[in-house]
DNA sequence: TTGAAAGCGATACCAA
DNA sequence: TTGGTATCGCTTTCAA
């Protein structure tokens, strides 16, 4: 098919000069006399030759690939991740391939089958186990993000419960709420168990009983729907209720809104990401901004020195700041900064 | 790094038996004696060895891998279209590698790029220019899924225009609605193309004047929001709205609801997927039902035959059939059967 | 500066 | 049935 037959042993026949010429010139190695530079770039050009990505590999010992390892695709959340990740990888001329463990049981055998094909990993944490963690570690440089590395494997992660804690003491004591409901699983997330934790730790220092158990749903809109159902009853209404991330409380406002709730006054709606939409909903969503993008884009440059240096082993856990972003789904004024349109 | 130092030779080496030998047994191809077979399971197994997959590739001449080019990875669109692209590759051994062109201006180089890396290629419509397409089509099997394929290169889709057609009309007729305004870019998307020429057939069939121009957004859910913004001004407001997706139609009831307008008695909305979570808000979103699923198992499955059986050269048109979806967005009564939570 | 040749890891043909 | 060996396409010493 195509050009495809093309190879280096076709290109040096064609321009008269041997095959390492023609590897040197089209890898920018070496020495070469402009005359030969001339003479192959020539051929390469006239007849669209392009090395072929498998022999080039195998020589080098080396993919040019980076794995990402990560739940589900739905939502800006994973974008941002894949964007940034991405911005790093591609300038350095690797190529990204992505594992959506999501609906899939046999995600650790998908993982080691993976690392087999790139150079580095980036997992997302909770998505695979401890141990296949190690042992991926042992084939390739590893970095755990939004979660711990066990043993020696580095992360990058994003504030968490310290800003979970801010917000929630934010809805106890200047709104006057006492009665809060926590909407997210603690066990699939590392993320999710810390902003639980925060959660927990602002009603310990308020003084107030915190709920007994999370609303333990997935992170997806339509899970929010779910619980709002759930939650949302007349005889039993919170007062406020905080998710663990934009999307679910989206779908907590969807399902309010669609009941004729009235938010804020009604009931509080509070998200994490401070996703794209979370400033144009009204009433606009009052959430944690964290770094997504920039998350992901330090992960890649970890891998990515691992990759070509691999006397300096990165070590060590990073943990990016987040910020927390007032709106007026918590009950405060409408910000002309932050975003949302007012009434 | 841990085991990736064994290769053929040492394990033929171990196992006391040729390289040719221990290839037919990883690879069960060839006849070999129960014997030779057990020892060198025993080498594989105790030293834990696997194939390279550089090595394999290169000596097949095959990738192993398919690869999936399209906008955005944000919505459960992508995710059912990713979900039923590997259900298909993956039985076959085939990694699927993922092409995101969203908000990236050298998608075509991209997709040259990744067309060296893959066996072959499933690109959404809308996402790679003609020409582009065409050269790809030299390299490996390539199948366009939603939209057409230019010259001989075979397509898999969903039944746009006439479903959308019919849900116009319902609009139109049945409801008595004669001001409706659709929001979509026909431009960018082959999809989007027809459904907006549905909705003009089902104006010209019913003799009603469209609107002169859609309200072109992107596909996702804050574009929808911010569509609403625009639409649903109390001077102004059309009797309904049509969304070319779930996504948008999910923004503009988020919108619509927080502006404090009721649906569908104050604007009639309508999307088109049938998203899981169509049926799940209030009130439940009337849609159009497409095999997005089907529609990239399809399309892989056409790849892999054409990549496995090269005489055998796939083309032609596959359309899949789709189906409205009525609940009470658009002003018909709650249906149990197909979802929504009544009032 | 250039080229011949030895790998990289696995497959598959052809003899034995 | 088994083993030796050419081959896949490219990179990279090592000599010239």
Redesign the interface.
């Known amino acids: ?4 037959r093309l190879t280096v042993r076709e290109i040096a026949r064609l321009a008269g000069v041997s095959v390492a010429t023609v590897s040197r010139v089209s890898n920018g190695t070496g020495q070469v006399s402009e005359e030969m530079r001339r003479r192959v770039l020539e051929a390469i050009e006239k007849h669209g030759y ?1 090395p ?4 080039r ?2 020589a080098a010992g080396r ?1 040019g ?1 980076l794995g990402l390892v990560f739940p ?5 959340y ?2 941002e991740l ?2 940034g990740f ?1 911005s790093e990888a591609v300038p350095s001329r690797a ?1 990204v ?2 594992l ?1 463990t ?2 899939r049981s046999d995600s650790d055998a998908q993982a080691l ?2 690392a ?2 790139v150079d580095g990993l980036a997992v997302i944490g909770g998505t695979i186990s401890e141990p296949t963690l190690l ?1 991926l570690a ?3 440089p590893v970095v755990v993000v939004a979660g711990e590395g066990p043993g020696a494997v580095p992360s990058v992660r994003a504030e968490n419960a310290a800003s979970m804690a801010e917000l929630t003491r934010h809805l106890l004591l200047d709104h006057q709420l006492t009665d809060l409901v926590f909407v997210g699983n603690p066990e699939g997330s590392p993320d999710v168990s810390e902003r639980w934790a925060g959660f927990l730790a602002a009603h310990r220092a308020a003084g107030v009983t915190p709920p007994a158990s999370p609303v333990a749903v997935s992170m ?3 899970d929010g ?2 619980a709002a ?1 759930q939650l949302l009853r007349p005889d039993s209404r919170p007062a406020g209720v905080v998710c663990a991330n934009d999307e679910t409380a ?2 907590v ?3 309010a ?3 004729g709730l009235r938010v804020p006054q009604d009931v509080v709606i509070t998200g994490f990401d401070d996703a ?2 979370a400033a ?4 606009a969503l009052t959430t944690i901004r964290q770094p997504v993008r920039e998350l992901a884009a330090e992960a890649a440059r970890l891998i990515l020195t691992a990759v070509n240096e691999p006397e300096r082993v990165p070590c060590g856990d990073i943990v990016l700041p987040t910020e927390l972003v007032l709106r007026r789904s918590c009950g405060c004024p409408a910000n002309p900064v932050t975003g949302g ?1 007012g ?1």
Chains 1, 2 share one sequence.
């Not at 098919?1 to 495809?4: C, K, Q, V």
């Not at 072929?52 to 022999?55: A, E, K, Y």
């Not at 589900?72 to 800006?76: E, F, K």
């Open positions: 098919m195509g050009n495809s392009r072929d990505h498998l022999g590999a195998l993919h690939a589900g695709l739905s939502g800006p994973f974008t894949i964007q991405e190529s391939h992505i959506c999501h609906l089958e993976m087999r094909r042992r042992e084939m390739v997806q809109q339509a729907v779910l159902e989206l779908g406002l969807v399902g809104l669609g009941r794209p939409i144009l909903v009204n009433p349109t009434t």
